[in-house]
């Protein structure tokens, strides 16, 4: 038999340095693997431990708002703007001007109801002095009563002697009636003007208090021509403008007190088992940044 001899292979010894230098990556790559489980598991042990001791005491959201008392200014009356006191964004003090209104409507007004109330003083005086007018009038006619019974019964005493006829009777019997009749109406009229006035005085009379109550009605609509401001606090939604018409109850702008503000945050029902009235809460505005707490 032939003896046959193998040929060395070219490709074993192309080999080798392929397998060195795999034996030498994994012995590199395998501390930097172990490295990398060791920090996973440091930062989880980390993360577990923070979760436990702190993290789990807190709860926080990023749906969480600034609310605060918005206080909307309007006018009481009608009238033109001539003035604004206060823009957007500014701070204003319990007092201050915001609007002016044109006010020459309103003291046209006024001097007319004061006009009302001294006709109607005048007019409360003259009802107290026609009592004693009226009173006067009821005196003389009792007194022509009086005197036309007299006559009456002179001429009946007189009757039968012939001196007086029964036609001259017969008018004086008119006579009584009528001074009667004027003696009745005289009295209704004095009742009837003394209950304008029973229990009162000029200054309490009906008729001066209503005038009076009209002229502080327009004495109000002066003074509100000025709206200013009830609380202090940051001007937001300014709506009106220099000569704009604004009637009773119209949004002139709005009144936010910087004093009385809360923050509205709305927690998940998950996030509220421990959560207690007191408990301190820290805030971070999105405007100032997260640096500032």
Not at 165 to 182: C, F, Q
Not at 268 to 275: A, F, G, P, W, Y
């Amino acid at each position: 038999m032939t003896q046959q001899e193998r040929k060395p292979d070219r490709s074993d010894g192309d080999q080798e340095p392929a397998r060195v230098a795999r034996r030498q990556g994994g012995s590199i790559r395998r501390p930097a693997l172990i490295l990398t489980a060791l920090v996973l598991v440091i930062v989880a042990i980390g993360s577990g431990l923070y979760w436990m001791l702190v993290a789990r005491n807190y709860e926080d959201t990023d749906d969480a708002y600034v609310g605060g008392r918005v206080v909307v200014i309007t006018p009481q009356t009608s009238g033109t703007v001539i003035a604004i006191g206060a823009d957007e964004t500014d701070t204003v003090a319990a007092g201050q001007m915001l609007v002016r209104l044109d006010p020459a409507d309103a003291r046209i007004d006024l001097l007319g109801r004061e006009a009302q109330l001294a006709q109607a003083v005048r007019e409360t005086r003259t009802l107290y002095a026609n009592n004693d007018v009226l009173q006067a009038n009821v005196s003389l006619r009792e007194a022509e009563l009086e005197r036309a019974n007299d006559d009456l019964e002179r001429r009946r005493a007189v009757r039968d002697t012939g001196v007086v006829s029964e036609e001259e009777i017969r008018h004086a019997e008119l006579t009584v009636a009528t001074a009667r009749a004027a003696l009745a109406s005289a009295r209704e009229q004095l009742l009837s003007n003394r209950s304008f006035t029973a229990g009162t005085r000029v200054p309490t009379h009906p008729n001066v208090l209503a005038a009076a109550a009209r002229v502080r009605e327009a004495y109000l609509a002066v003074k509100r021509g000025e709206i200013r401001a009830p609380v202090s606090g940051e001007i937001a939604r300014r709506n009106v403008q220099v000569g704009q018409r604004v009637a009773p109850g119209t949004s002139l702008m709005a009144l936010v007190p910087m004093d009385n503000l809360w923050v509205d945050a709305n927690f998940k029902e998950v996030q509220l088992e421990n959560m207690r009235i007191g408990q301190p809460a820290s805030i971070i505005a999105d405007v100032y940044g997260s640096r500032v707490e």
